[in-house]
Structures are given as C-alpha cells and as structure tokens.
C-alpha cells in the first residue's frame, strides 16, 4: 500500500514534467525582483564592473587601461566585457545571464538529486532552490558566485552521467573546470573530488588516475595563456590570480577576526604578485607558530560563514534603499535568516539520516558531501563570509529535500532510497 501523501501533494514529486513548473517559478520570482530592483554596484561588484569596462574598451585587465591585476580573477570580469561590447555599458544583460545562470542551477540540481536520491528528492530540492530568498536577489548582483556555481554542478552533473563516454566525460569537464578556475581558483582542485568519486565507483587505479591526469592537462594546457600574461606583468609564475596569500593571510595574523581586513602597510610597494607571496608567507609561518589557535580560529571562520545570509541584501541595499527606503531592509533580513536557518538544519539533518543509511564512512565520499565539505574546509582554512557558502547552497537543499522525503516516509511507512551506486562496492 502506498503511503498516503503520494496520492496528494507529493504526487507530482514522481514525474518529471513538473520540473519544468519549478523552474518558472524560480524564473519568475527572479523577474519580478529584476523589475523592481535596479543594479546598482557596490563593494566586489564595482571591480568586476570596471575590470569589464576595460576589457571592453581597451583590452586590459586592470582599474585603468595601463596597469594590469590580477587580484580578482578575471573570468567573470570576461563574461561581462562581452556582455559590454555587444550592447554597451548597460546592466540588463548581466540580469538576462544571471537569469539564465541561476535556473540552470536549480535544473542541474535537480538532475543531481534524482541520480542520487530519485524524483521525488528532486523535484522537492528544486523547489527549495527556486524559492531561496539570497538566490532571488543576487540576480541584480555583479558576483562571481552565479557563475561559479552553475558551472560546478555542470561539472560534477556531467561527470556522474555514466551513460556519456570516459574520454568524452574527461574533455568536456576539463573544459568546464577550466573556465570554473577562472571564475575562482578554488575550482583547481575540483578533478580530485571526481577522482575519488569515480574510484570509489569503480576501483579502477589506472584508468581513472589516467583519466584525471588528462582532465588537469587539458585545465592547464586552457589556463596557461593566462598564466604567461600574468608572469610576464608581475615578473614571477602567476597561476590565475594574485589574492591566494592575502586570503590566507586575512584569516591567519595576529588582529584576524575571520572575515576581510585591509592589507597591511608596508606592502604596497611590491607588486601584486609579490605581495601575495609575502602574505602568504607571514600567514604560514603564524598558522606554524600557532596551531591551537588556527584550528580554534578554523572552526570560528566556518561558524562566520554558515550563521547567517544577508549578502543578497546588503549587496542591493543601496538600490533597495533609494527606491523604497530603509525599512525594507530589516524584513528582508528577516527572511533570509529565517529561510537560511531552516534550510541548514535540514541539510545538516538529511546528512546525518543519509549517514544512519549507508554509514558513516561511506557519507564522506558521497557526492553531496564531499563537495560541502570542500567548500567548507576552503574558508575554514582562509576567510570567512556568508556569500562564500553559496557553493555549497545546491547540497544543502538536496540534503534538506532528502531530510524531508526521509522524515515523510518514516512516519507514513514509505521507502528513503539512496543511490547506492555512488557508495563503495
């Protein structure tokens, strides 16, 4: 006998047409905060704005059209210096792009959640990700995270696509990681993830480390021109950009509080790339000096950066504010917290409950997992902000998805199924 919500509101969680139906939703509440909130840059938006201004114009890299950076990296800027050479400085195209990004994000979430944990899982974790308030307001924000994100679930949704060919699998993630480096470095370090996942799959030792070795060629056989405009500007090897160490080094002194802090005197007299390295160095040597502390200060970066989500409101809160002043701000506060709360706990709870299902060693290797705590452990070791969990937003929502669908079957007698192909033979 079936449980009996599956005859009412989880009916529809079955098939896969009414995906389609969540994806407009998420589409249209995207529109509508468009229409009534304009782009207006602040803080990192600004970089990437005026980094594009000048690749559009004058084929540099920088905050003029002379001195070359590479502190941000320069992938989104890119997007956006196309964007500005075909319609002209205006923002309506990053907000179609966003548009595009954010919904193809949902539908490779999606896609991820019914491999692993079926439709039902699916079509709940899709709804999560269309409705999420931070989500909805960064479609009016200048941000790498957008891009970032979209094109690691193309990664990570095409890798696990057992039906597509090795080889082919291989060219055309080391295609997507390459171009998700430039957007963050952090994506470097993305093929180990799928190392593990396709070993514990498999147990092929060969073909697989064969497979990853061809996936980072290919990434740096991509990254290299990059890289050589980078050296010859800053005299020394520069992979992607120049903010590695200062990260570092902003998470790791002696007046850290975890988050941003302005760079220290002294240093502006080396160029970028020097700078960083120093930076580097000072954060090394005090992370060696003082162990205790890192791990304590690791744990309080992570604290910082999973608390709370109000970056979709602070980042449009001086267009917020000239349009409808400030007293929208608190509410909309409000129910990003609220929302964000709510979707942790159930993240936090679908991963323990996916643990008690296929066991605690077998957890950590699991897809969702395994690239949550990656992006958790990234700024446990550097810095901390709320906007950087945002790469680990799909898992959390198809965690919380399967958490619910858990929960609703064990009190209707229904039937939790995991994936089991994505844990060790």
């Known amino acids: 006998m079936q449980p009996p919500y599956t005859h009412c509101l989880f009916r529809c969680f079955t098939k896969r047409r009414y995906y389609l139906w969540i994806g407009l939703l998420g589409l249209l509440l995207r529109i509508v905060w468009a229409l009534l909130v304009p782009v207006q840059p602040v803080s990192d938006s600004i970089a990437y704005d005026t980094f594009a201004q000048n690749l559009a114009n ?6 003029d059209c002379h001195t ?3 502190y941000w990296p320069v992938g989104t800027s890119f997007v956006y210096s ?3 050479r075909v319609f002209g400085h205006v923002y309506w195209p990053i907000v179609v792009s966003n548009l595009v990004l954010d919904i193809g994000t949902v539908w490779l979430s999606i896609c991820l959640a019914e491999k692993l944990f079926g439709r039902r899982v699916a079509a709940l974790s899709g709804c999560f990700l269309a409705l999420w308030p931070s989500q909805i307001q960064f479609t009016t924000v200048l941000a790498s995270e957008q891009l970032f994100v979209a094109l690691t679930m193309a990664g990570l ?11 082919l699998r291989v060219g055309l993630v080391g295609v997507i990681l390459a171009a998700d480096s430039y957007v963050r470095p952090t994506a470097l370090l993305i093929p180990v993830l799928l190392l593990i996942l396709r070993f514990v799959q498999t147990y092929e030792v060969r073909r697989n480390i064969a497979a990853i070795l061809g996936m980072f060629l290919l990434m740096a056989l991509l990254i290299a021109p990059w ?4 050296t010859e500007a800053f005299g020394q090897f520069v992979i992607i950009s120049t903010n590695g160490g200062a990260n570092l080094w902003m998470g790791n002194n002696p007046d850290s509080t ?3 802090m302005e760079l220290p005197q002294g240093v502006s007299r080396l160029n970028e790339a020097q700078r960083d390295r120093y930076l580097k160095l000072l954060a090394e040597a005090y992370i060696k000096a003082k162990p205790n502390l890192f791990v304590t200060r690791a744990i309080q970066r992570t604290i910082d950066t999973y608390s709370r989500e109000s970056i979709g409101v602070l980042w449009n809160e001086a267009s917020l504010t000239k349009c409808y002043g400030t007293w929208l701000l608190l509410p909309l506060k409000v129910i990003n917290q609220i929302y964000w ?3 942790l706990v159930l993240g936090i709870s679908g991963t323990i409950l996916l643990g008690i299902k296929i066991g605690a060693g077998q957890l950590l290797i699991h897809p969702t997992v395994l690239f ?7 700024h446990a070791v550097i810095v901390s902000q709320d906007r950087y969990h945002f790469p680990s937003i799909p898992m959390i929502g198809i965690l919380g998805a399967s958490a619910v669908i858990c929960l609703l079957d064990a009190q209707f007698k229904g039937r939790y199924r995991v994936n089991q192909s994505f844990t060790p033979k």
């Open 82 to 84: 196309l964007l500005y």
């Open 157 to 167: 949704v095409i890798w696990l696509n057992e039906r597509l060919n090795l080889w």
């Open 258 to 260: 975890g988050g941003f």
């Open 58 to 63: 004058c084929r540099n890299y920088g905050w």
């Open 372 to 378: 949550w705590g990656y992006f958790a452990a990234i």
């Open 227 to 230: 890289s050589i405009r980078n």
């Open 68 to 70: 070359p950076t590479a």
């Open 341 to 343: 709360v709510g979707m």
